[in-house]
């Protein structure tokens, strides 16, 4: 009789760990989705300010390059430590200008994320390197992984341009994991 209640109570205890397990991952991915999505809200205000104090959306492609534009962009503090790498896209699909001055100029045909962008959709995930053209020179940075953010800038009904940000996804990740873990903890605490 003993032996069947303790085989219960190890059963629940190990259910009861399954489900906050799920929990954890799936709460962690909501957390990740949001914090993603707002680094994608922040930087929409920040082009969006800089455009307009740089004299508006036609200003960005005046000149091929320097862009007044990604000089402000890369000068700002927040940025500049968590901004691993910023490019201006024009209509066409071409790099404008860049934090990497090897980029300008080229286009990478096969980009999903800058064609949804131009077409006036802000885009943010967390991607892994390694697998596109566009991610060229991004090899040597230490972690597999950063938030890919594409800011469209619209200019008479139609997309003038796009900013793409490579940043680090340390903030994100380490929140994700102290929810998992407070999941974790929570479930231990329960059972």
């Known amino acids: 009789m003993y032996r069947s209640f303790y085989g219960l109570a190890v059963a629940g ?3 009861i760990g399954a489900v906050h397990l799920g929990l954890a991952f799936v709460i962690g991915q909501a957390v ?3 914090l993603i999505a707002r ?4 930087l929409e205000d920040l082009v969006a300010t800089i455009v307009n104090a740089e004299g508006g959306a036609e200003a960005v492609l005046a000149a091929p390059a320097p862009s007044p534009l990604l000089a402000a962009l890369t000068r700002e503090p927040d940025l500049r430590t968590a901004t691993i790498r910023a490019n201006i896209y024009s209509p066409d699909g071409f790099i404008r200008a860049s934090s990497d001055a090897n980029l300008v100029g080229l286009q990478f045909t096969d980009n999903d994320e800058l064609a949804e962008s131009l077409a006036g959709h802000t885009i943010a ?6 697998g596109k053209d566009e991610q060229i020179a991004l ?3 230490d972690r597999g992984e950063v938030i ?4 469209p800038i619209a200019h008479g009904g139609k997309t003038a341009a796009v900013v793409e ?4 996804p340390e903030p994100v990740l380490t929140a994700v994991a102290e929810s998992r873990a407070a999941i974790a903890v929570a479930g231990v605490l329960s059972a």
Request: no cysteine; proline share 0%.
């Open 139 to 141: 090899k040597h940075f």
């Open 148 to 151: 890919e953010v594409y800011v």
């Open 13 to 15: 205890v190990l259910a």
């Open 39 to 42: 680094e994608a809200e922040l």
């Open 165 to 168: 940000f490579y940043r680090r």
């Open 125 to 130: 995930k967390l991607e892994s390197l390694g």
């Open 32 to 34: 990740a989705d949001r």
